[in-house]
């Protein structure tokens, strides 16, 4: 069985329960199988490997942990040449992009600022939405970033996971109008009736 991590304490940081964290150690331990030599010509010894994960994770920690992971896949399938934080950065950018996402932060943007009923947005992906959803409308509307921005990237990656595994997402279902009952008298009727009125009247 092949460790997800790298041998040594190499870990991206002491937030152990951070799913970001356990990506990035995912992610090099998978650069560190397929670009052996260029690895370690790169990184070394085992602190310098623990400084650049917390760059990475500073730089990445904000994707959904599948994207990263995807994005570590397609610049390994793609390269022969050991990426370099900029260029997972882009392939992080282009997972979202052919999954029809957003990033994370313009999805947050987008359902914040998103009038109602809500069910009516023309919104970018269903994730966005449905992340949206989950946090609370009003949650969103009514409370600052710093609190409502984690909630929302949590529900986010979630959704964005499910997508990223093949699962189509479903956005809010429009309710038709309702079509009336009897359907609207002709001019001829109307004009009937009007004058009938008119006749009970006395105009």
Not at 171 to 194: I, V
Request: net charge negative; glycine share 4%.
């Amino acid at each position: 069985m092949i460790s997800p991590t790298p041998a040594g304490p190499t870990e991206a940081g002491s937030q152990t329960d951070n799913p970001s964290v356990e990506a990035i150690n995912q992610v090099f331990a998978l650069f560190r199988l397929n670009y052996h030599n260029q690895y370690y010509a790169a990184w070394s010894d085992a602190e310098q490997v623990k400084q650049v994960k917390r760059l990475w994770l500073d730089a990445l920690g904000a994707y959904p942990t599948a994207v990263i992971l995807r994005a570590a896949q397609h610049a390994i399938e793609n390269s022969d040449y050991l990426p370099t934080l900029n260029r997972m950065i882009d392939a992080c950018r282009h997972c979202l992009s052919d999954l029809g996402l957003p990033s994370p932060y313009d999805a947050y943007r987008e359902a914040c600022l998103a009038p109602s009923p809500k069910v009516n947005v023309a919104w970018q992906h269903p994730a966005v939405y449905l992340a949206g959803r989950d946090s609370d409308w009003f949650f969103l509307a009514n409370e600052p970033e710093a609190k409502t921005w984690p909630v929302f990237r949590t529900h986010y990656e979630h959704w964005v996971s499910r997508a990223a595994k093949g699962e189509t997402l479903q956005g809010p279902e429009r309710l038709g109008l309702t079509p009336p009952d009897e359907a609207l008298p002709s001019p001829e009727e109307q004009a009937t009736h009007l004058a009938r009125l008119r006749k009970e009247i006395g105009l």
